[in-house]
C-alpha cells in the first residue's frame, strides 16, 4: 500500500500471501511465524502454491530470488526466510495507521 491509496477501516485484516513451493523448510517456517504473528495482529493468510497458474503469476511478476515469496497488501515483502521482526513491525505501524485515521 503506498500513501496515495486509501486507508482501510481500522480492523481490516492485513493481507499476506505466501506463495509455498513443495519440501521448502523456509515456507513452513513462515508459515509458522505467520501462525504466531496471527495470534497478535489481524492477518488474513493465503497459500497460493508455486506449481499452480496463480502462483506461476506472481512469480512471473516478482522474481523472488528464493522460496518462499511473500506479498502483503499485494505488495512484495520478502522472498526466502521470513524476516519477523520486519513483518511484526510493519504489521504494527499499520495497526497505529488505521487507528489513527480512523479516530
Do not use: W, Y
Not at 49 to 65: F, K, M, N, Q, Y
Not at 85 to 96: M, N, Q, T, V
Amino acid at each position: 500500500m503506498t500513501t496515495s491509496d486509501a486507508m482501510p477501516p481500522p480492523g481490516t485484516p492485513t493481507a499476506v500471501t505466501v506463495v509455498h513451493s513443495q519440501a521448502c523448510h523456509f515456507c513452513d517456517d513462515a508459515l509458522d511465524a505467520l501462525a504466531e504473528l496471527g495470534s497478535r495482529h489481524a492477518l488474513e493468510v493465503s497459500v497460493v502454491e508455486i506449481d499452480s497458474p496463480l502462483g506461476a503469476t506472481l512469480v512471473a511478476v516478482h522474481r523472488p530470488a528464493m522460496n518462499p515469496l511473500v506479498l502483503v497488501d499485494g505488495a512484495f515483502f520478502s522472498s526466502g526466510r521470513l524476516p519477523r521482526r520486519k513483518l511484526a513491525r510493519l504489521l504494527e505501524a499499520r495497526e497505529a495507521a488505521l487507528a489513527t485515521a480512523g479516530r
